[in-house]
Protein backbone atom coordinates (compact mmCIF):
# COMPACT_ATOMS: atom_id res chain seq x y z
CA UNK A 1 0.00 0.00 0.00
CA UNK A 2 1.15 3.32 -1.01
CA UNK A 3 1.15 6.18 1.78
CA UNK A 4 -0.96 8.91 1.77
CA UNK A 5 1.26 11.89 1.94
CA UNK A 6 0.62 14.97 3.87
CA UNK A 7 -0.22 18.46 2.57
CA UNK A 8 3.40 20.33 3.49
CA UNK A 9 3.41 22.33 6.70
CA UNK A 10 1.09 23.25 9.43
CA UNK A 11 -2.68 23.37 8.87
CA UNK A 12 -5.16 24.45 11.08
CA UNK A 13 -8.04 22.26 12.10
CA UNK A 14 -10.75 23.65 14.41
CA UNK A 15 -11.78 21.43 17.62
CA UNK A 16 -15.03 20.40 17.57
CA UNK A 17 -15.93 18.00 20.16
CA UNK A 18 -14.10 17.23 23.12
CA UNK A 19 -15.19 13.38 25.34
CA UNK A 20 -13.98 12.03 27.99
CA UNK A 21 -13.53 8.12 28.86
CA UNK A 22 -12.21 7.77 32.16
CA UNK A 23 -8.62 8.85 32.10
CA UNK A 24 -8.89 9.21 28.38
CA UNK A 25 -9.76 12.48 26.50
CA UNK A 26 -10.84 12.22 22.57
CA UNK A 27 -10.30 15.76 21.29
CA UNK A 28 -12.09 16.22 17.82
CA UNK A 29 -11.03 18.51 14.68
CA UNK A 30 -12.61 19.42 11.54
CA UNK A 31 -9.67 18.92 9.03
CA UNK A 32 -11.11 20.58 5.45
CA UNK A 33 -8.24 19.77 3.39
CA UNK A 34 -6.12 17.21 4.44
CA UNK A 35 -6.27 13.51 2.85
CA UNK A 36 -8.01 10.48 4.90
CA UNK A 37 -5.22 9.15 6.94
CA UNK A 38 -4.26 5.46 6.72
CA UNK A 39 -4.87 3.30 10.02
CA UNK A 40 -1.94 3.52 11.62
CA UNK A 41 -0.94 6.87 10.29
CA UNK A 42 -0.23 9.68 12.66
CA UNK A 43 -0.30 13.41 13.34
CA UNK A 44 2.13 16.11 14.51
CA UNK A 45 -0.40 17.90 16.80
CA UNK A 46 0.17 21.42 18.67
CA UNK A 47 -2.44 23.77 20.28
CA UNK A 48 -2.50 26.80 18.32
CA UNK A 49 -2.75 29.18 21.64
CA UNK A 50 -0.53 28.28 24.58
CA UNK A 51 1.94 26.28 23.22
CA UNK A 52 5.66 27.73 23.92
CA UNK A 53 6.51 29.34 20.58
CA UNK A 54 8.33 32.85 20.66
CA UNK A 55 9.43 33.69 24.42
CA UNK A 56 7.37 30.62 25.54
CA UNK A 57 8.70 27.78 27.69
CA UNK A 58 7.39 24.33 27.54
CA UNK A 59 5.43 22.89 25.55
CA UNK A 60 7.60 23.04 22.32
CA UNK A 61 7.52 20.76 19.93
CA UNK A 62 4.62 19.05 18.78
CA UNK A 63 3.10 15.84 19.88
CA UNK A 64 3.05 12.72 18.02
CA UNK A 65 -0.33 11.08 17.83
CA UNK A 66 -1.64 7.91 15.75
CA UNK A 67 -5.28 8.89 13.88
CA UNK A 68 -7.89 7.10 16.45
CA UNK A 69 -10.58 7.65 14.41
CA UNK A 70 -11.31 9.48 10.75
CA UNK A 71 -15.09 10.27 9.94
CA UNK A 72 -14.63 12.41 6.56
CA UNK A 73 -13.32 15.99 7.52
CA UNK A 74 -13.27 14.69 11.25
CA UNK A 75 -10.32 13.66 13.22
CA UNK A 76 -10.55 12.15 16.33
CA UNK A 77 -7.19 11.60 18.61
CA UNK A 78 -7.14 9.72 22.01
CA UNK A 79 -4.96 11.73 24.42
CA UNK A 80 -4.21 10.74 28.37
CA UNK A 81 -2.15 13.55 30.28
CA UNK A 82 1.30 12.75 30.90
CA UNK A 83 2.97 15.55 30.87
CA UNK A 84 3.24 19.66 29.57
CA UNK A 85 2.06 18.98 26.07
CA UNK A 86 -0.74 16.69 26.63
CA UNK A 87 -1.85 18.25 29.34
CA UNK A 88 -2.80 20.98 27.15
CA UNK A 89 -4.11 19.32 24.44
CA UNK A 90 -6.83 17.46 26.92
CA UNK A 91 -7.50 21.15 27.81
CA UNK A 92 -8.60 21.76 24.11
CA UNK A 93 -12.30 22.79 23.67
CA UNK A 94 -14.70 23.62 20.70
CA UNK A 95 -14.29 26.76 19.62
CA UNK A 96 -10.09 26.38 19.69
CA UNK A 97 -7.66 25.17 17.26
CA UNK A 98 -5.52 22.70 16.71
CA UNK A 99 -2.35 22.79 14.50
CA UNK A 100 -1.73 20.20 12.95
CA UNK A 101 0.94 18.17 10.22
CA UNK A 102 0.03 14.77 8.66
CA UNK A 103 -1.23 11.95 8.18
CA UNK A 104 2.63 11.05 8.30
CA UNK A 105 4.54 7.57 8.33
CA UNK A 106 3.58 3.59 7.14
CA UNK A 107 0.10 2.33 8.44
CA UNK A 108 -1.23 -0.76 8.87
CA UNK A 109 -0.74 -3.51 5.84
CA UNK A 110 -3.53 -6.38 5.02
CA UNK A 111 -2.63 -9.50 6.39
CA UNK A 112 -0.57 -12.23 4.74
CA UNK A 113 -2.75 -14.57 2.58
CA UNK A 114 -5.16 -16.90 4.78
CA UNK A 115 -4.49 -14.68 8.27
CA UNK A 116 -7.25 -13.17 9.60
CA UNK A 117 -6.48 -10.00 11.90
CA UNK A 118 -6.09 -10.13 15.55
CA UNK A 119 -5.98 -6.77 16.97
CA UNK A 120 -3.99 -6.08 20.71
CA UNK A 121 -3.74 -2.55 22.20
CA UNK A 122 -2.96 -1.63 25.86
CA UNK A 123 -3.53 1.60 27.37
CA UNK A 124 -3.68 4.72 25.12
CA UNK A 125 -2.31 2.37 22.18
CA UNK A 126 -5.29 1.47 21.37
CA UNK A 127 -5.79 4.41 19.10
CA UNK A 128 -4.72 3.18 15.91
CA UNK A 129 -6.55 -0.05 16.05
CA UNK A 130 -10.04 1.93 16.90
CA UNK A 131 -9.41 3.20 13.23
CA UNK A 132 -8.13 0.05 11.97
CA UNK A 133 -11.24 -2.14 12.96
CA UNK A 134 -13.29 0.36 11.63
CA UNK A 135 -11.42 -0.61 7.86
CA UNK A 136 -11.44 -4.31 8.57
CA UNK A 137 -15.80 -4.19 9.80
CA UNK A 138 -16.19 -1.48 6.44
CA UNK A 139 -14.54 -4.60 4.50
CA UNK A 140 -16.97 -7.26 5.64
CA UNK A 141 -14.44 -9.10 8.70
CA UNK A 142 -14.98 -8.97 11.98
CA UNK A 143 -11.98 -9.69 14.07
CA UNK A 144 -10.93 -10.15 17.38
CA UNK A 145 -9.68 -7.34 19.46
CA UNK A 146 -8.37 -8.07 22.47
CA UNK A 147 -7.18 -4.78 24.66
CA UNK A 148 -5.23 -4.46 27.93
CA UNK A 149 -5.65 -1.77 30.52
CA UNK A 150 -3.96 -0.66 34.11
CA UNK A 151 -7.18 -0.13 36.07
CA UNK A 152 -10.88 0.54 36.49
CA UNK A 153 -10.03 4.70 35.55
CA UNK A 154 -8.42 3.64 31.82
CA UNK A 155 -10.74 0.28 31.34
CA UNK A 156 -13.61 3.03 29.87
CA UNK A 157 -11.30 3.47 26.81
CA UNK A 158 -12.54 -0.34 25.52
CA UNK A 159 -15.90 1.31 24.81
CA UNK A 160 -13.57 3.35 21.89
CA UNK A 161 -13.79 -0.35 19.89
CA UNK A 162 -16.06 -2.76 19.41
CA UNK A 163 -16.89 -6.21 20.90
CA UNK A 164 -13.30 -5.85 22.80
CA UNK A 165 -12.13 -8.93 24.92
CA UNK A 166 -10.54 -6.91 28.32
CA UNK A 167 -7.76 -7.41 30.47
CA UNK A 168 -6.93 -5.05 33.58
CA UNK A 169 -4.08 -5.67 36.08
CA UNK A 170 -6.00 -5.11 38.73
CA UNK A 171 -9.04 -6.79 37.89
CA UNK A 172 -11.54 -4.10 37.92
CA UNK A 173 -12.78 -5.19 34.18
CA UNK A 174 -12.30 -8.40 32.39
CA UNK A 175 -9.61 -10.92 32.80
CA UNK A 176 -7.24 -10.08 36.07
CA UNK A 177 -4.11 -9.72 34.55
CA UNK A 178 -2.39 -9.03 31.12
CA UNK A 179 -3.13 -8.55 27.54
CA UNK A 180 -1.01 -10.44 26.56
CA UNK A 181 -2.21 -13.85 28.71
CA UNK A 182 -5.82 -13.51 26.38
CA UNK A 183 -3.23 -13.52 23.61
CA UNK A 184 -1.36 -16.46 24.55
CA UNK A 185 -5.18 -18.15 24.38
CA UNK A 186 -5.65 -16.77 21.35
CA UNK A 187 -2.82 -17.95 19.39
CA UNK A 188 -2.62 -21.24 20.98
CA UNK A 189 -6.05 -21.83 19.72
CA UNK A 190 -5.65 -19.91 16.08
CA UNK A 191 -1.61 -19.28 15.85
CA UNK A 192 -1.92 -20.98 12.12
CA UNK A 193 -4.49 -18.56 11.21
CA UNK A 194 -3.83 -14.70 12.24
CA UNK A 195 -1.77 -11.98 11.90
CA UNK A 196 -1.40 -10.00 15.00
CA UNK A 197 -1.58 -5.94 15.33
CA UNK A 198 -0.95 -4.73 18.43
CA UNK A 199 -0.04 -1.00 19.94
CA UNK A 200 0.76 -0.48 23.47
CA UNK A 201 3.13 0.43 26.33
CA UNK A 202 7.00 -1.21 25.32
CA UNK A 203 6.67 -3.71 27.65
CA UNK A 204 3.25 -4.76 26.01
CA UNK A 205 5.11 -4.73 22.71
CA UNK A 206 7.73 -6.14 23.44
CA UNK A 207 5.54 -9.09 25.04
CA UNK A 208 3.74 -9.51 21.90
CA UNK A 209 6.64 -9.70 20.01
CA UNK A 210 7.66 -12.73 22.05
CA UNK A 211 4.69 -14.45 21.89
CA UNK A 212 3.75 -14.27 18.33
CA UNK A 213 7.73 -14.97 17.78
CA UNK A 214 7.45 -18.06 20.01
CA UNK A 215 4.20 -19.06 17.73
CA UNK A 216 5.48 -18.13 14.44
CA UNK A 217 2.92 -16.02 14.31
CA UNK A 218 3.64 -12.44 12.34
CA UNK A 219 2.55 -9.43 13.68
CA UNK A 220 2.41 -5.78 12.66
CA UNK A 221 3.83 -3.55 15.78
CA UNK A 222 2.70 0.18 16.01
CA UNK A 223 5.40 1.80 17.96
CA UNK A 224 5.48 5.01 19.91
CA UNK A 225 8.91 7.10 20.80
CA UNK A 226 9.61 11.09 21.11
CA UNK A 227 9.64 12.72 18.20
CA UNK A 228 10.46 16.97 17.69
CA UNK A 229 9.28 16.82 13.66
CA UNK A 230 7.89 13.64 12.45
CA UNK A 231 8.98 14.28 8.99
CA UNK A 232 12.40 12.52 9.37
CA UNK A 233 14.28 15.61 9.81
CA UNK A 234 15.48 15.19 13.63
CA UNK A 235 16.30 11.55 13.50
CA UNK A 236 15.53 11.65 17.01
CA UNK A 237 13.08 8.81 16.78
CA UNK A 238 15.22 5.84 15.74
CA UNK A 239 14.50 2.02 16.68
CA UNK A 240 17.24 -0.59 16.94
CA UNK A 241 16.14 -3.18 14.27
CA UNK A 242 18.06 -5.67 12.40
CA UNK A 243 19.57 -3.59 9.89
CA UNK A 244 20.38 -0.52 12.17
CA UNK A 245 18.77 2.24 13.73
CA UNK A 246 15.94 2.91 11.33
CA UNK A 247 13.48 6.60 11.74
CA UNK A 248 10.07 5.52 13.04
CA UNK A 249 8.38 8.70 11.44
CA UNK A 250 9.23 8.08 8.23
CA UNK A 251 9.95 3.96 8.18
CA UNK A 252 7.44 2.98 10.86
CA UNK A 253 5.63 3.62 12.76
CA UNK A 254 4.12 0.47 12.20
CA UNK A 255 7.01 -1.95 11.68
CA UNK A 256 7.40 -5.95 11.05
CA UNK A 257 7.92 -7.64 14.51
CA UNK A 258 10.78 -9.37 13.04
CA UNK A 259 12.47 -6.44 11.99
CA UNK A 260 12.93 -5.95 15.56
CA UNK A 261 15.88 -6.35 18.15
CA UNK A 262 13.52 -5.11 20.50
CA UNK A 263 10.13 -3.78 20.74
CA UNK A 264 11.69 -1.74 23.94
CA UNK A 265 12.01 2.16 22.63
CA UNK A 266 14.22 4.03 24.78
CA UNK A 267 12.20 6.89 26.03
CA UNK A 268 9.40 6.04 24.88
CA UNK A 269 5.99 6.60 26.84
CA UNK A 270 7.39 9.48 28.79
CA UNK B 1 14.46 39.83 -1.70
CA UNK B 2 17.37 38.03 -3.88
CA UNK B 3 20.78 37.30 -2.03
CA UNK B 4 23.85 37.35 -3.63
CA UNK B 5 26.04 34.71 -1.52
CA UNK B 6 29.43 33.37 -2.58
CA UNK B 7 28.83 34.27 -6.09
CA UNK B 8 25.44 32.21 -5.69
CA UNK B 9 22.36 33.89 -6.76
CA UNK B 10 20.01 32.54 -4.50
CA UNK B 11 16.29 34.19 -4.55
CA UNK B 12 16.19 34.97 -0.65
CA UNK B 13 18.22 34.92 1.70
CA UNK B 14 16.46 31.78 4.33
CA UNK B 15 18.23 28.73 4.11
CA UNK B 16 18.51 25.71 6.18
CA UNK B 17 20.76 24.53 9.33
CA UNK B 18 22.49 21.18 8.87
CA UNK B 19 20.56 18.36 10.26
CA UNK B 20 17.24 19.85 10.58
CA UNK B 21 15.60 19.06 7.28
CA UNK B 22 16.04 15.60 5.37
CA UNK B 23 14.88 16.77 2.28
CA UNK B 24 14.51 12.94 1.01
CA UNK B 25 12.82 11.67 4.01
CA UNK B 26 10.59 14.84 3.75
CA UNK B 27 9.71 14.15 -0.37
CA UNK B 28 8.63 10.85 1.17
CA UNK B 29 6.21 12.28 4.13
CA UNK B 30 4.84 15.78 1.75
CA UNK B 31 5.34 13.92 -2.11
CA UNK B 32 5.97 16.82 -5.13
CA UNK B 33 4.15 19.55 -3.01
CA UNK B 34 7.41 19.59 -1.06
CA UNK B 35 9.36 20.82 -4.02
CA UNK B 36 7.15 23.20 -5.87
CA UNK B 37 7.09 25.28 -2.65
CA UNK B 38 10.74 24.31 -1.61
CA UNK B 39 11.26 26.62 1.21
CA UNK B 40 14.78 27.52 1.18
CA UNK B 41 17.03 29.10 -1.46
CA UNK B 42 19.29 26.73 -0.77
CA UNK B 43 19.75 23.32 0.61
CA UNK B 44 21.99 22.48 3.34
CA UNK B 45 22.35 18.67 3.85
CA UNK B 46 23.44 16.63 6.76
CA UNK B 47 26.76 16.36 7.55
CA UNK B 48 28.86 13.35 5.86
CA UNK B 49 31.70 11.31 7.09
CA UNK B 50 34.26 9.14 5.72
CA UNK B 51 33.07 6.13 7.31
CA UNK B 52 28.74 5.29 8.06
CA UNK B 53 27.81 6.15 11.38
CA UNK B 54 24.84 4.75 13.25
CA UNK B 55 24.57 7.58 15.62
CA UNK B 56 23.58 7.81 19.03
CA UNK B 57 21.47 5.23 21.49
CA UNK B 58 18.71 6.46 21.70
CA UNK B 59 16.59 8.59 23.84
CA UNK B 60 18.17 11.42 21.84
CA UNK B 61 15.97 14.18 22.25
CA UNK B 62 14.93 16.67 24.81
CA UNK B 63 12.89 19.34 25.35
CA UNK B 64 14.31 22.32 27.39
CA UNK B 65 13.09 25.47 27.69
CA UNK B 66 11.82 27.42 24.69
CA UNK B 67 13.62 24.87 22.74
CA UNK B 68 15.87 21.30 22.60
CA UNK B 69 18.36 19.09 23.39
CA UNK B 70 19.50 16.45 20.81
CA UNK B 71 21.70 13.73 20.65
CA UNK B 72 21.77 12.78 17.35
CA UNK B 73 25.54 11.40 16.98
CA UNK B 74 25.78 12.46 13.19
CA UNK B 75 24.08 9.36 11.60
CA UNK B 76 25.15 9.28 7.83
CA UNK B 77 25.85 6.96 5.26
CA UNK B 78 29.58 8.01 4.67
CA UNK B 79 31.08 9.68 1.97
CA UNK B 80 29.82 6.25 -0.35
CA UNK B 81 26.62 5.77 0.30
CA UNK B 82 26.19 9.20 0.31
CA UNK B 83 28.03 10.12 -3.26
CA UNK B 84 25.98 6.68 -4.10
CA UNK B 85 22.21 7.37 -2.65
CA UNK B 86 21.87 10.99 -1.44
CA UNK B 87 23.62 13.08 -3.71
CA UNK B 88 21.83 12.58 -7.07
CA UNK B 89 18.23 12.80 -5.00
CA UNK B 90 19.58 16.24 -3.72
CA UNK B 91 20.86 17.32 -7.29
CA UNK B 92 17.08 17.22 -8.18
CA UNK B 93 16.12 19.95 -5.81
CA UNK B 94 15.10 23.23 -7.15
CA UNK B 95 18.24 25.11 -5.18
CA UNK B 96 21.94 25.12 -5.27
CA UNK B 97 23.43 22.53 -2.78
CA UNK B 98 25.44 23.07 -0.18
CA UNK B 99 27.37 19.62 1.13
CA UNK B 100 28.18 20.02 5.30
CA UNK B 101 31.44 17.81 6.06
CA UNK B 102 33.40 16.35 9.03
CA UNK B 103 36.53 14.90 9.52
CA UNK B 104 37.84 13.42 12.46
CA UNK B 105 41.55 14.71 11.37
CA UNK B 106 42.54 17.12 8.97
CA UNK B 107 43.34 13.97 6.44
CA UNK B 108 39.61 12.86 6.48
CA UNK B 109 38.25 16.52 6.22
CA UNK B 110 40.89 16.57 2.89
CA UNK B 111 39.48 13.32 1.70
CA UNK B 112 36.01 14.82 1.94
CA UNK B 113 36.43 18.00 0.34
CA UNK B 114 38.29 16.49 -2.54
CA UNK B 115 35.69 14.13 -3.20
CA UNK B 116 33.52 17.00 -4.09
CA UNK B 117 35.60 19.22 -5.20
CA UNK B 118 34.55 18.03 -8.85
CA UNK B 119 31.12 17.27 -8.27
CA UNK B 120 29.11 19.75 -10.51
CA UNK B 121 25.81 18.88 -8.31
CA UNK B 122 27.28 20.68 -5.47
CA UNK B 123 27.69 24.56 -5.58
CA UNK B 124 29.37 24.88 -1.89
CA UNK B 125 31.23 22.68 1.16
CA UNK B 126 30.19 23.57 4.67
CA UNK B 127 32.85 22.27 7.24
CA UNK B 128 31.49 21.46 10.17
CA UNK B 129 34.44 21.61 12.84
CA UNK B 130 32.76 21.13 16.17
CA UNK B 131 34.50 18.27 16.54
CA UNK B 132 37.77 16.64 18.35
CA UNK B 133 40.99 16.57 16.05
CA UNK B 134 41.75 12.77 16.95
CA UNK B 135 45.38 13.63 16.70
CA UNK B 136 45.33 15.96 18.74
CA UNK B 137 42.38 16.11 21.20
CA UNK B 138 41.91 19.67 20.31
CA UNK B 139 38.06 20.69 18.88
CA UNK B 140 39.13 21.83 15.14
CA UNK B 141 36.94 24.89 15.56
CA UNK B 142 37.63 25.75 19.03
CA UNK B 143 41.01 27.28 18.00
CA UNK B 144 42.15 29.43 15.52
CA UNK B 145 45.07 27.49 14.83
CA UNK B 146 43.85 24.77 14.41
CA UNK B 147 41.37 26.19 11.82
CA UNK B 148 43.95 27.85 9.71
CA UNK B 149 45.85 24.22 9.63
CA UNK B 150 42.51 23.10 8.29
CA UNK B 151 42.18 25.28 5.96
CA UNK B 152 45.30 25.81 4.74
CA UNK B 153 45.52 22.05 4.05
CA UNK B 154 42.40 22.03 2.24
CA UNK B 155 41.55 25.32 0.30
CA UNK B 156 44.16 24.48 -2.49
CA UNK B 157 41.97 21.57 -3.01
CA UNK B 158 38.27 22.93 -4.44
CA UNK B 159 37.55 25.80 -5.75
CA UNK B 160 33.87 25.90 -4.52
CA UNK B 161 33.22 28.14 -1.83
CA UNK B 162 34.40 27.21 1.70
CA UNK B 163 31.75 27.70 4.47
CA UNK B 164 33.21 27.58 7.99
CA UNK B 165 30.32 25.99 10.45
CA UNK B 166 32.07 27.54 13.89
CA UNK B 167 31.42 26.17 17.27
CA UNK B 168 29.98 28.39 19.89
CA UNK B 169 32.49 26.68 22.16
CA UNK B 170 35.01 28.72 21.30
CA UNK B 171 36.83 30.92 23.80
CA UNK B 172 37.25 33.28 21.28
CA UNK B 173 34.72 33.08 18.40
CA UNK B 174 35.61 35.99 16.23
CA UNK B 175 39.17 35.48 16.53
CA UNK B 176 38.63 31.89 15.15
CA UNK B 177 36.33 33.57 12.18
CA UNK B 178 39.24 35.56 11.25
CA UNK B 179 41.95 32.57 11.25
CA UNK B 180 38.98 31.10 8.87
CA UNK B 181 38.87 34.29 6.84
CA UNK B 182 42.98 34.60 6.59
CA UNK B 183 43.22 31.17 5.72
CA UNK B 184 40.99 31.30 2.75
CA UNK B 185 37.02 30.56 4.06
CA UNK B 186 34.48 31.97 1.50
CA UNK B 187 32.65 32.44 4.59
CA UNK B 188 31.41 31.22 7.99
CA UNK B 189 28.53 30.35 9.56
CA UNK B 190 26.89 30.06 13.01
CA UNK B 191 26.00 29.21 15.66
CA UNK B 192 25.96 25.30 16.49
CA UNK B 193 24.20 24.10 18.88
CA UNK B 194 25.43 24.73 22.67
CA UNK B 195 26.42 21.58 24.68
CA UNK B 196 23.47 20.91 27.26
CA UNK B 197 22.29 18.05 29.44
CA UNK B 198 18.89 16.97 30.91
CA UNK B 199 18.91 14.41 33.83
CA UNK B 200 16.12 11.76 33.89
CA UNK B 201 13.43 12.70 36.45
CA UNK B 202 12.94 8.73 37.18
CA UNK B 203 16.55 7.53 37.70
CA UNK B 204 18.32 10.81 38.43
CA UNK B 205 20.58 9.74 35.65
CA UNK B 206 21.80 11.55 32.02
CA UNK B 207 18.39 11.68 30.03
CA UNK B 208 19.80 11.06 26.35
CA UNK B 209 21.56 8.21 25.63
CA UNK B 210 24.83 10.49 24.53
CA UNK B 211 24.49 12.01 27.88
CA UNK B 212 25.03 15.09 26.44
CA UNK B 213 23.17 16.39 23.70
CA UNK B 214 22.85 20.27 21.63
CA UNK B 215 20.59 22.88 22.95
CA UNK B 216 19.01 24.83 20.13
CA UNK B 217 15.64 26.78 19.27
CA UNK B 218 14.84 30.04 20.91
CA UNK B 219 16.66 29.23 24.10
CA UNK B 220 19.84 30.08 22.12
CA UNK B 221 18.51 32.99 19.64
CA UNK B 222 20.32 35.81 21.96
CA UNK B 223 23.43 33.78 22.53
CA UNK B 224 23.52 33.31 18.38
CA UNK B 225 22.41 37.26 17.63
CA UNK B 226 25.79 38.14 20.28
CA UNK B 227 28.26 35.93 18.60
CA UNK B 228 27.44 36.71 14.89
CA UNK B 229 27.69 40.58 15.68
CA UNK B 230 31.28 39.97 16.89
CA UNK B 231 31.84 37.72 14.41
CA UNK B 232 31.11 40.36 11.95
CA UNK B 233 32.95 43.17 13.97
CA UNK B 234 36.31 40.94 12.97
CA UNK B 235 35.33 39.78 9.33
CA UNK B 236 34.45 40.63 5.78
CA UNK B 237 33.71 37.62 4.52
CA UNK B 238 29.79 36.69 4.65
CA UNK B 239 27.98 35.44 7.46
CA UNK B 240 25.50 32.31 7.19
CA UNK B 241 23.31 33.61 10.79
CA UNK B 242 21.31 30.65 12.57
CA UNK B 243 20.24 29.91 16.08
CA UNK B 244 16.23 30.21 16.91
CA UNK B 245 15.01 32.04 13.99
CA UNK B 246 10.90 31.73 14.56
CA UNK B 247 9.75 34.73 13.04
CA UNK B 248 10.64 37.47 10.36
CA UNK B 249 11.72 39.56 13.05
CA UNK B 250 14.51 37.43 14.03
CA UNK B 251 15.96 37.05 10.76
CA UNK B 252 16.39 41.05 10.52
CA UNK B 253 17.83 40.83 13.82
CA UNK B 254 20.59 38.76 12.80
CA UNK B 255 21.08 40.64 9.12
CA UNK B 256 21.22 43.55 11.43
CA UNK B 257 24.13 42.17 13.04
CA UNK B 258 25.89 41.30 10.12
CA UNK B 259 24.37 38.23 8.24
CA UNK B 260 23.93 37.99 4.83
CA UNK B 261 21.66 34.66 4.80
CA UNK B 262 19.76 33.27 7.73
CA UNK B 263 19.21 29.52 8.38
CA UNK B 264 16.12 27.71 10.12
CA UNK B 265 16.67 24.99 12.21
CA UNK B 266 14.61 23.91 15.16
CA UNK B 267 11.62 25.79 13.91
CA UNK B 268 11.25 23.76 10.95
CA UNK B 269 10.51 20.83 13.52
CA UNK B 270 7.39 22.19 14.53
CA UNK B 271 6.43 22.99 10.98
CA UNK B 272 7.94 21.81 8.61
CA UNK B 273 6.90 24.77 5.92
CA UNK B 274 8.19 27.66 8.86
CA UNK B 275 10.65 28.73 6.68
CA UNK B 276 8.01 30.05 4.23
CA UNK B 277 6.22 31.43 6.78
CA UNK B 278 9.31 33.21 7.75
CA UNK B 279 10.44 34.49 4.34
CA UNK B 280 7.10 36.21 3.83
CA UNK B 281 7.28 37.93 6.95
CA UNK B 282 10.65 39.13 6.28
CA UNK B 283 9.64 40.55 2.66
CA UNK B 284 6.51 42.24 4.76
CA UNK B 285 9.44 43.76 7.30
CA UNK B 286 11.85 44.73 4.49
CA UNK B 287 8.73 47.01 2.83
CA UNK B 288 8.90 49.17 6.05
CA UNK B 289 12.33 48.83 7.27
CA UNK B 290 15.58 49.74 6.69
CA UNK B 291 18.10 46.94 7.06
CA UNK B 292 21.68 48.16 8.44
CA UNK B 293 24.04 47.33 5.61
CA UNK B 294 27.65 46.88 7.52
CA UNK B 295 29.37 47.58 4.26
CA UNK B 296 28.09 50.35 3.37
CA UNK B 297 27.79 51.83 6.38
Known sequence: MTRTTAPFGRRMAPVTAREE??????????????????????????????????EGERPFLPRAFSVLRARGPELHFLIEEVGPGTKRLTELEPGEDLLLVGPLGNGFTKPREDREPLLVGGGVGIAPLAIWQDELTAGGSESPVLLGFRDSDHAPGAALLSDAMVATDDGSAGHHGRVTDLLTGELDDHGDRVEVYACGPPAMLEAVRAICGDHGVPAQLALESGMACGFGACFGCVVPTVDGYVRLCVDGPVLDAQMLESAVVAGAGH | MTAEFCGLELEHPVINASGTFDAIAARRAFGDELIERFPFSAFVSKTVT??????????????????????????????????EHDLPELARLPVPLIVNVMGFSHGEVAQLVHAFAERDEVSALELNVSC??????????????????????????????????????????????????????DAVSLINTLRGMAVDPRTGQPWLGGTTGGLSGPAVRPIALAQVHAVAQAVEIPIVGMGGVARGADVLDLMRAGATLVAVGTESFRDPAAALRIRSEVSELLANTAVFDRRSA
Request: with cysteine.
Open chain 2, 132 to 185: PNVETGLTIGADPNEVAALLHQVRPLTGKPLIVKLTPSATDVAAVARAAEEAGA
Open chain 2, 50 to 83: LEPRQGNPPPRLWEAAGGLINSIGLPNKGLAGYL
Open chain 1, 21 to 54: HGAYVVIRCRDRTGPAPQPGQFYMLTAAERWGGG
